[in-house]
Every structure is written in structure tokens, then in C-alpha cells.
């Protein structure tokens, strides 16, 4: 069964550093979708970042990244140069191909909550 | 452009009440999915609509709650007689497709529930 692990409850980081938030996946099927989304103290999920299974370069977005390793299953998504405002919970989630017995949901993490210090 | 309209944003509700919440996906998008997050967890798959069809159900409580997708109009989640273990942030997300794992769903703000 398809599962997203984010073993991280709490990060720190310090203004204008770098930090990695941990995503590790299972899933059977060969095709499939990953998915970072934040949501900040307002409660609202903001998309960020997406990679495909067959996507030979990792995929980025601005001050975000994602550090796909396929033969480990994880899909860690890093943030250049934190800003005060990334303060919020992350959540990666996934996504299979669609066939007869999955309709495409998403299946979440539990979410890693980041502060950033200034 | 709008993005996916979700209301209201807050409901309270007593126990015994029903609650219905309100999603309009984003234009040109007729796929709309429900998800639920309950606190300090993250979200759980409900329930997936098409216009005038539920594709895929098996995340929603067998009693109660209900969801339809009309035509016409927005989508609805009801929840029959609500019970505190009811309360949670309901989410619904819009995609323009359903065939492809890159097809990116865009989240409605949510609508938090609260069952005194």
C-alpha cells in the first residue's frame, strides 16, 4: 500500500540558511507523482513543488528544490535561503497513476512543522 | 483568475446539527476532490468527484456524510448530525484532469469545523 513517511515533527532554522525537510515513500507502482505543499499559520495549502517518478532532474522552483533519490524513495524538499515567512507546517504528499483501483488522491505525510529564527 | 472557493470558511455547529460546506473548483477544472485534517495530523482523502458523478468514495465514514457534485453549482460535503469528533479543517482541491500523477491539485483555503 502507497505510504508517506515524514519523520521530522519540528525543524529550526536560522533566517538566510538553508534547511531539508525528509520525505520517504513506498509505493508498487512505477508511475507516480510527488508533492510538497505548505501550509502556513492561516491554514491554507499552497502548492510548491512537484516530481515525477520518470523525471530524470530533480525538480525547482525558486528557493525550492527537491532531492529525488528514486532508489531510496525519498523526495526531500530543500529551501534556499529561508525566509521568516516560510515559517509554517510542510506537507509531501503523493500521488499514483490513475488505473482501475486508484482515482489519482493524494496520500499525505503527517507534515513537518519549520520555524524559521531570525 | 479565480482559485478554488471554499464556504464558509468557518461553521460552528451543535451536536445533532448538519453542516454542509460549499467548493467551487477553479475554471475549467471538473475534478474536485475532498480531503479531511483533523488536528496535528495531516490530510486523509475523503471522497472524488466528477460533474454528477462520485468516482471514488472510499475515504468517506460509511454514515453521515454525504457528497454530491452537480451540474449546476458548487460541490457539497454534508455531514448529518455531527458529533464532536466531527471538528477538523475540510479541504477541497480542484485538477483540470484525472488521467496523469502530474496533474497538480490546487487546494481551496478550507472551512473549519466546530461541533460544540
Known amino acids: 500500500a502507497q505510504k508517506i513517511t515524514q519523520t521530522q515533527p519540528g525543524m529550526f532554522v536560522q533566517e538566510k540558511e538553508a534547511v531539508t525537510l525528509d520525505c520517504t515513500y513506498d509505493?508498487?507502482?512505477?508511475?507516480?507523482?510527488l508533492f510538497w505543499y505548505k501550509q502556513p499559520s492561516s491554514g491554507e495549502m499552497i502548492f510548491l513543488i512537484y516530481?515525477?517518478?520518470?523525471?530524470?532532474q530533480n525538480a525547482t522552483e525558486g528557493r525550492y528544490s527537491l532531492n529525488f533519490q528514486k532508489a531510496r524513495k525519498s523526495a526531500n524538499l530543500v529551501i534556499s535561503a529561508s525566509q521568516l515567512g516560510d515559517s509554517a507546517m510542510y506537507f509531501c504528499a503523493m500521488r499514483e497513476a490513475v488505473a482501475s483501483s486508484n482515482t489519482g488522491k493524494l496520500i499525505f505525510g503527517q507534515g513537518t512543522t519549520l520555524q524559521v529564527k531570525p | 483568475n479565480a482559485g478554488v472557493m471554499q464556504n464558509p470558511r468557518h461553521l460552528v455547529r451543535r451536536r445533532g446539527q448538519e453542516a454542509r460546506l460549499r467548493c467551487s473548483p477553479m475554471?475549467?477544472?471538473?475534478?474536485v476532490y475532498w480531503y479531511r485534517q483533523l488536528p496535528e495530523e495531516g490530510l486523509k482523502f475523503m471522497v472524488y468527484?466528477?460533474?454528477?458523478?462520485?468516482?471514488?468514495e472510499s475515504g468517506m465514514p460509511k454514515e453521515r456524510f454525504s457528497a454530491e457534485f452537480p451540474k449546476e453549482g458548487p460541490s457539497i460535503l454534508r455531514i448529518q448530525q455531527v458529533v464532536r469528533g466531527d471538528s477538523a479543517a475540510y479541504f477541497c482541491?480542484?485538477?483540470?484532469?484525472?488521467?496523469?500523477?502530474?496533474?497538480?491539485?490546487?487546494f481551496g483555503p478550507g472551512t473549519r469545523l466546530t461541533v460544540l
Open positions: 509505493t508498487s507502482d512505477p508511475s507516480y507523482g
Open positions: 482541491a480542484s485538477s483540470p484532469e484525472q488521467g496523469s500523477p502530474t496533474d497538480t491539485q490546487y
Open positions: 516530481q515525477g517518478s520518470y523525471d530524470q
Open positions: 475554471k475549467g477544472h471538473s475534478h
Open positions: 468527484l466528477q460533474k454528477e458523478n462520485i468516482i471514488d
